[in-house]
């Protein structure tokens, strides 16, 4: 079994910073894709970032040039760095891991999901 635990959640004022952290646990042989979505009010849950294992990233449009993703191998670890944060980003955010646990190396990747941390931006 594998678990995703977030931190770094909270309020912010616009134009702050926040940094987000998901660490995973468990049964892990390796970890391909890790990434953040997040989830508005009333709205769907949408990518935000994620970053693959050679470290290749992808950026939502809205958070180009303001948000950061990277991991710590090592750490198992995925990171979302957050600048020029605006009311709009006010979400609950979400992590994942495509994780390739150990003597499960044949089956290929599974995907977990953090329990997600809240992310209020005050104007």
């Known amino acids: 079994q594998v678990h995703l635990v977030e931190s770094g959640g909270g309020l912010a004022q616009a134009g702050g910073s926040l940094r987000l952290s998901c660490v995973a646990s468990?049964?892990?042989?390796?970890?391909?894709?890790m990434g953040w979505y997040r989830q508005g009010p009333g709205l769907q849950r949408d990518l935000v970032a994620s970053?693959?294992?050679?470290?290749?990233?992808k950026y939502a449009d809205s958070v180009k040039g303001r948000f950061t993703i990277s991991r710590d191998n090592a750490k198992n670890t995925v990171y979302l760095h957050m600048n020029s944060l605006a009311p709009e980003d006010t979400a609950v955010y979400y992590c994942?891991?495509?994780?390739?646990?150990?003597?499960?190396?044949?089956?290929?990747?599974?995907?977990?999901w953090g329990q997600g941390t809240q992310v209020t931006v005050s104007s």
């Open positions: 994942y891991a495509e994780v390739i646990e150990r003597g499960a190396e044949i089956r290929g990747s599974t995907e977990y």
């Open positions: 468990g049964s892990i042989f390796s970890i391909n894709a």
């Open positions: 970053i693959t294992g050679s470290s290749t990233t």
